[in-house]
Structure formats: structure tokens, C-alpha cells
């Protein structure tokens, strides 16, 4: 005997799913072009097809029901299958479209901004969306189609791929080392200020590369922004810790007791079922192309131009 389940539409199933990732049936409203009731109506008929609340409305916004997430699991596996299916029968070497590529903002700033310009004359019919992030972005939601990370994600249906290394160190102004004297060793910083990041608002242990040089600084500047922490160092308001990267911008700064020195792995990310799209694996070997021919430079094997 039939039953409601057999009546599902997946065309309710893509609106639930745009639903969850807008977090409003309002701004799902908006992105499909269609009204506030109709979005409502749609959902409410999935949701008797399911036999079950799917969300929970709360002041915060939507929230999943138990029901409501085996439903966006069940839902993402088909959309992965069609989008799977949709590359299989057209032509697997166009390389078009659209790629949305996340990852901190340092890397993304310092490091690929300028790079992808050459990705961009390679394949001039492929749009890369370049996406920074202070946290785990997550590829399994389709928050992105890859993941640029300082550390290898968890999740289920991730392809995730060590690519390559990178060094961090203590920079300072040539202003800043004349008025308080260079350290000779790592004893002297106990006499020195440094530039860090806002202990409380630290999103992702892997940028904790000061505590892990100096153990108890003295904090005279802090942000949550890399990229200030740049500047307020490069002003002279103390010693920072960055990527090795990061010396690409030249803002004066100065290696300081370069025997101090962190590492980090660069790992890159993406979803199982979208992985071996044309237009994705073009961006990954992209990507890791860069990486693999920076990487002696990252480590500091070879010193950075000025």
C-alpha cells in the first residue's frame, strides 16, 4: 500500500535543502524569487510527506528537528548524485562554471589573491569564488566546494588531501628593534610587547602560532584579523608571529631569532561526490600545483624576495 513517502517531490527536497542553508524561509524566499507562503506551504507539505517536523523556528533562526537533519543528509546524498549524474553526461573535460574555494583569510589574502589571476587565464570560462573564514567551513553543507585549511577537517564524505607545509616565525619594524633592541636570544623576549590574536575570539587553535614560540607573551596590541596584526607590528607596536607567507607583502618587516620557528600542514578539502568535477579538479591541481612550487620558499629554504 502506498504510503506518503512514495508521493515525495524532490523538487521539495532541493527547497528544504536551500531552506536549511539560507537558515530562513524568508532568505529562501528571496533566492528562489517566488513568496514568504509559498516557501512555507512547499515545507509543510514535505514535512507531512516525511511525517514529521523538520525545523524549529527560534528567535536565532531555524533550527533542524532529529527529522529534519536525516532529511538534509538524505537530501544532500540525492542532490550530490544528480549534480554527479549531470557531470557524467555531459562533457568531462569542459571546465566551466562556478567554484567557490574557502579558506583564513591570511592565505587567502597574502597568498592566493594574486595567483589566481593564472588559474583565471587557463581556464577563462571557470568563476572561482574566493571565501575567507575565521572557522571550519563546512564542505559536507556545500558551504564551499573546497576547503583550504591549516589542519584536516572532520567529517563524513570529505576527500581531504595533505598538499603541502608552511613555516611561521616572529617579524618586527627595523622602528620598533632600534627603540627596544633586538633579542639575541629566546630569554630576551621576556622584555619585549607583542602583537596577537583575541584570546576569547580564537576560532581555530591552528593560529595559536605566537603561544606556541613564546609561551607567555606580553600582549601590547591584539585583533582577530591577521592582516591587522600586520599592520599594528609594521607601525612598531610590537613582535608578531606569522605564516612565512605572509612576508609577500612587504611592510618592513624583519625576522626575529629566525631559529624560532613553527610549521603547519596545508590541507585541502572537498566533498567525496564533487571532487572529481572538471571544474573542481582543475581548481584542486591548481592549488596544489602553487603550493608544491612555493613550498621550499614556505619553509624558509630559500629566503623571499623584498
Known amino acids: 500500500m502506498a504510503t506518503a513517502i512514495d508521493h515525495l517531490d524532490w523538487d521539495d527536497l532541493k527547497l528544504f535543502l536551500i531552506v536549511v542553508r539560507c537558515k530562513s524561509v524568508t532568505g529562501a524566499a528571496r533566492e528562489l524569487k517566488v513568496s514568504h507562503s509559498t516557501v512555507s506551504r512547499r ?64 592565505i587567502a589574502t597574502l597568498y592566493l589573491s594574486e595567483r589566481l589571476v593564472e588559474l583565471s587565464s587557463r581556464h577563462p570560462d571557470l568563476d572561482l569564488e574566493l571565501v575567507t573564514s575565521p572557522q571550519t567551513v563546512r564542505v559536507a553543507r556545500r558551504e564551499a566546494d573546497l576547503f583550504l585549511s591549516f589542519f584536516k577537517p572532520h567529517g563524513t564524505s570529505l576527500d581531504s588531501q595533505l598538499i603541502g607545509r608552511f613555516k611561521t616565525g616572529l617579524f618586527a619594524s627595523q622602528a620598533y628593534l632600534e627603540r627596544n633592541g633586538v633579542p639575541s636570544q629566546a630569554a630576551d623576549l621576556s622584555e619585549h610587547r607583542f602583537v596577537g590574536y583575541i584570546e576569547e575570539l580564537i576560532q581555530l587553535e591552528s593560529v595559536l602560532w605566537l603561544e606556541e614560540l613564546v609561551p607567555t607573551p606580553k600582549i601590547a596590541f591584539s585583533s582577530n584579523s591577521m592582516m591587522s596584526q600586520m599592520f599594528a607590528a609594521s607601525a612598531g607596536a ?66 623571499w624576495s623584498s
Open 43 to 106: 515545507l509543510a507539505r514535505l514535512e507531512y510527506t516525511v511525517g514529521g517536523a523538520l525545523v524549529e523556528r527560534t528567535k536565532d533562526g531555524l533550527l533542524l528537528t532529529p527529522a529534519g537533519l536525516v532529511t538534509m543528509r538524505r537530501a544532500e546524498e540525492i542532490e550530490n548524485g544528480v549534480n554527479a549524474l549531470r557531470s557524467d553526461v555531459s562533457n568531462r573535460d569542459e571546465i566551466r562554471g562556478t567554484v567557490r574555494l574557502a579558506t583564513m583569510e591570511g
Open 238 to 303: 610590537g613582535i608578531v608571529a606569522l605564516p612565512e607567507f605572509a612576508r609577500s607583502l612587504n611592510l618592513g618587516l624583519v625576522p626575529v631569532l629566525d631559529e624560532l620557528s613553527g610549521e603547519r600542514e596545508i590541507w585541502m578539502s572537498a566533498h567525496q561526490d564533487l571532487a572529481y568535477l572538471p571544474r573542481v579538479r582543475a581548481v584542486k591541481q591548481f592549488v596544489k600545483e602553487l603550493v608544491r612550487r612555493d613550498e621550499q620558499r614556505l619553509l624558509r629554504n630559500s629566503p
